[in-house]
C-alpha cells in the first residue's frame, strides 16, 4: 500500500479519492491546492494542505500524487500541475479501475485515470495524464496522446490516433485509421471521418425542440 496525496478539492478529487479507497492497494492520506485557492482546510475527514509547503508533511519520498484537475484550458491547467509535481520529486500515479477490460498489453503513461467499463483493445497506448471516464472503446492498435481527456461512451476505432491535449466529448465516433491533431475538441455526439488539423473544434447539430407539446403526442 502507498500513501497518496490528491491535487484538487473539486468533485473530480473526490470521485479520485473514492475509487483509490475501494477499489485499489493505495490509501488518500491528503488533498493539496496552491495555497492561493485554499479555502477549507480539510476534505472527506482529510487535511487540506497548501501545495506550496506539501513537502514538508507529505514529503515526495514517502507519498504519490494523483493530479486531479478536469479539461480546463483543453487539459492545459492540469498538465502544468502534473509539470510542477514532478519537478518537487513526486511519482504521479495511474490507476487503472478493476472493472476496465483489457489484456495487460496496454503502455500506460503516469497521471492517468481510467474508470469502469472501458474497453482496452490489443496494442493500445496510453500517453501521461490521460482522464477516460467510463464505458469507452479503444480500438487495436490505436493511440491516445498526452494530456487527453476521453468522457464517457466514446468509441475510438482501430489504428487511431488522438492528438496531446485533446478533448473527446460524450458519444462521439472516430472512424478507423484517422489521426486527431492535437489540442481537438470533439463535442459530443460528433462522427469524425477523416483526419483533423490542430485545435480543430467539431460541434454536431444540436437537436431541436418539436413544435409539439407532451400532451400533443400519442405515446
Not at 493539496?32 to 519520498?61: I, N, S
Not at 511519482?91 to 485515470?113: A, E, P, Q, R
Request: proline share 3%; aromatic share 10%.
Amino acid at each position: 500500500m502507498s500513501k497518496v496525496v490528491v491535487f484538487g478539492t473539486g468533485s473530480f478529487a473526490e470521485v479520485v479519492q473514492f475509487y483509490l479507497t475501494h477499489d485499489s492497494e493505495h490509501e488518500v492520506v491528503a488533498f493539496t491546492v496552491h495555497e492561493a485557492h485554499l479555502q477549507e482546510t480539510e476534505l472527506r475527514g482529510l487535511p487540506v494542505v497548501p501545495f506550496e509547503r506539501l513537502h514538508e508533511t507529505h514529503p515526495p519520498e514517502s507519498h504519490q500524487m494523483y493530479v486531479a484537475v478536469g479539461y480546463k484550458g483543453v487539459n492545459r491547467v492540469r498538465a502544468d500541475v502534473c509539470a510542477q509535481a514532478r519537478e518537487k520529486g513526486y511519482t504521479l500515479l495511474t490507476y487503472v479501475s478493476s472493472k476496465c477490460t483489457h489484456w495487460g498489453d496496454t503502455k500506460i503513461g503516469d497521471n492517468c485515470f481510467i474508470f469502469e467499463d472501458n474497453t482496452l483493445q490489443p496494442f493500445v497506448t496510453i500517453g501521461d495524464n490521460v482522464v477516460m471516464w467510463s464505458g469507452n472503446h479503444i480500438g487495436h492498435h490505436s493511440t491516445i496522446g498526452s494530456n487527453c481527456f476521453i468522457t464517457s461512451h466514446v468509441v475510438v476505432s482501430g489504428h487511431c490516433r488522438v492528438g496531446d491535449y485533446s478533448f473527446v466529448g460524450v458519444n462521439a465516433t472516430l472512424r478507423d485509421g484517422i489521426t486527431l491533431g492535437q489540442y481537438n475538441v470533439i463535442g459530443g455526439g460528433a462522427i469524425l471521418m477523416k483526419d483533423t488539423q490542430d485545435k480543430e473544434v467539431y460541434v454536431p447539430r444540436r437537436t431541436e425542440p418539436d413544435a409539439r407539446t407532451s400532451d400533443q403526442i400519442r405515446m
